[in-house]
């Protein structure tokens, strides 16, 4: 039952921006921000000791949620991915100050013996990530603040998502490519 509830809960925030458009369109008020709240609140006590680095955006999701319906405030749901963005770019830029840097340390996951000389690269490429994150911050305002549910939904549920796929993607591939010629 565990496993079950940490999918669920895992696909419904990586889905959020799915979930908001579709609840806003065809629940009752309040609803969705109801059953965002609960699975926020369902992946926060799920994953206690894995959740450390995400505790923040998770309990201002469940702020923003339990507020939205509280306060019947559909819009509040709009500012959780600004809060995933700025929470990504705080852990990815901490690393940046106190070293290792984030992909140094993802990398590492994978091939614990990485050449020394690959720690400069892999600090551009996690100041890049943070670049991404800013980026994709100011555009999740934006669309929060400026747009119609739909652009908020196409670029929240589907850019933003493709963007951070492409630079993954293509970091990774460049990456194996690079320490392969650095061997």
């Known amino acids: 039952m565990r496993m079950l509830l940490q999918v669920i809960s895992t696909l419904a925030i990586m889905g959020y921006p799915l979930a908001v458009y ?5 629940l009752p008020n309040g609803v969705i921000a109801l059953l965002l709240c609960g699975l926020l609140i369902t992946r926060l006590t799920l994953n206690k000791q894995q959740v450390k ?8 999701g469940i702020g923003l949620t339990g507020a939205s319906f509280v306060a019947k405030q559909h819009d509040w749901l709009l500012f959780y991915p600004v809060v995933i963005n700025i929470s990504m770019l705080g852990l990815f830029a901490h690393s940046l100050i106190y070293g290792p840097s ?11 013996d990485l050449p020394a000389e690959a720690t400069p690269y892999l600090i551009k490429v996690t100041q890049l990530w943070c670049v991404l994150f800013i980026f994709n911050g100011t555009i999740a305002l934006y669309t929060a603040l400026e747009t119609s549910i739909e652009t908020w939904t196409l670029y929240n549920g589907l850019i933003a998502y493709l963007l951070i796929g492409c630079l993954l993607g293509g970091e990774w591939l460049y990456r194996t490519l690079w320490l392969k010629k650095h061997e």
């Open 22 to 26: 579709f609840g806003l369109q065809y």
């Open 102 to 112: 984030m992909i140094e340390r993802l990398a590492k996951l994978k091939q614990p």
């Open 53 to 60: 680095s995400m505790l923040l955006p998770l309990l201002v």
